[in-house]
């Protein structure tokens, strides 16, 4: 079996068990067994528990960073593009829920040697969400721009509202509306210039 493939596999593997057992609990023996390989042969690959972890992180992270990028409508309307960037986290999440268990729950706490992995992973997403909404922003019909540090907090904001409700929906579209009809009604307001005051 090529290198590739065969590595592929002892991830998918791993991904599965960190996911269900969590990264204190798991023996590389386990994997080994997931993936249908000898435990030297999980060693060779990947070195140790603390690479083999890594790497599965650092894998789901890309693909849940890529698969929201992908999704996203380039050149649509603001409110669309957010939508399509939302929709394509929650279906990446819900069709992956190991990979999401492993980066939400796993990577985070502690005792996993990967939290920088995700903290980098959360950063690129929020940088992500910051540009979609500073471009609405900057294309709205209100006075006084958004400063850049609320429209960041905004994404921030989002982003952590999108990671608390993943895997809430069987399919993310109705957590994708809900947290949008959340967000964008607000944001809406702002970006005309009608904020909410006390």
């Known amino acids: 079996m090529p290198r590739a493939v065969r590595e592929r596999q002892m991830l998918d593997a791993a991904v599965a068990v960190f996911a269900r057992r969590g990264y204190r609990a798991t023996s590389m023996d386990e994997i080994a067994v997931a993936a249908g390989v000898s435990k030297p042969l999980v060693y060779l690959y990947l070195n140790s528990k603390d690479e ?4 599965c992180v650092r894998r789901e992270a890309q693909a849940l960073s890529a698969a929201v990028r992908a999704s996203v409508e380039t050149g649509a309307a603001p409110d669309r593009q957010l939508w399509s960037g939302l929709l394509g986290f929650f279906r990446y999440t819900a069709e992956h829920p190991d990979g999401w268990n492993l980066l939400y729950g796993q990577a985070r706490s502690g005792g996993a040697p990967s939290g920088d992995e995700v903290a980098a992973m959360r950063a690129e997403l929020v940088d992500f969400v910051t540009a979609l909404i500073g471009s609405a922003a900057r ?6 721009a958004l400063p850049e540090r609320e429209v960041r907090a905004l994404a921030l904001a989002l982003v952590g509202a999108a990671e608390s409700l993943a895997g809430s929906s069987p399919d993310g579209l109705e957590t994708a509306a809900t947290l949008m009809n959340f967000a964008w009604a607000g944001l809406g307001n702002l970006l005309e210039g009608h904020p909410w005051v006390p």
């Open 52 to 55: 083999l972890f890594t790497a």
């Open 139 to 144: 294309g709205a019909p209100c006075g006084p």
